[in-house]
Nanobody, 116 residues
Framework: QVQLVESGGGLVQAGGSLRLSCTAS????????MRWFRQPPGEQRNEFVA????????TYSNSAKGRFTISRDHAKNTMWLQMNDLKPEDTAVYYC?????????WGQGTQVTVSS
């Protein structure tokens, strides 16, 4: 059974930092590209934040570039999103996603709230 479990969300003031974690089980972690998405309050869409391939290649959205850092550790089956200089517009439920050519798995989400 595949599970992706996010943690690390919370309430932080603007300018602060949070580190989100996503721990996977039931998959061959190194074979999946890992991504963070977020869903702002009141919106239906999931917004891409960052991705990291099994080889460690990273991609960021324009809003995340320069402030967020995505990383992963295959030995721990875990991915992280270090978020610095947080802004109120970063408030959202953050979801991790594991995908390869055949499968796409989602976590349950973790709430990040940034107060001004």
């Amino acid at each position: 059974q595949v599970q992706l479990v996010e943690s690390g969300g919370g309430l932080v003031q603007a300018g602060g930092s949070l580190r989100l974690s996503c721990t996977a089980s039931g998959i061959r972690f190194s074979g999946f590209t890992m991504r963070w998405f977020r869903q702002p309050p009141g919106e239906q869409r999931n917004e891409f934040v960052a991705s990291i391939t099994g080889d460690g290649a990273t991609t960021y959205s324009n809003s995340a570039k320069g402030r967020f850092t995505i990383s992963r550790d295959h030995a721990k089956n875990t991915m992280w999103l270090q978020m610095n200089d947080l802004k109120p517009e970063d408030t959202a439920v953050y979801y991790c996603n594991a995908a390869n050519t055949s499968y796409s798995h989602w976590g349950q989400g973790t709430q990040v709230t940034v107060s001004s």
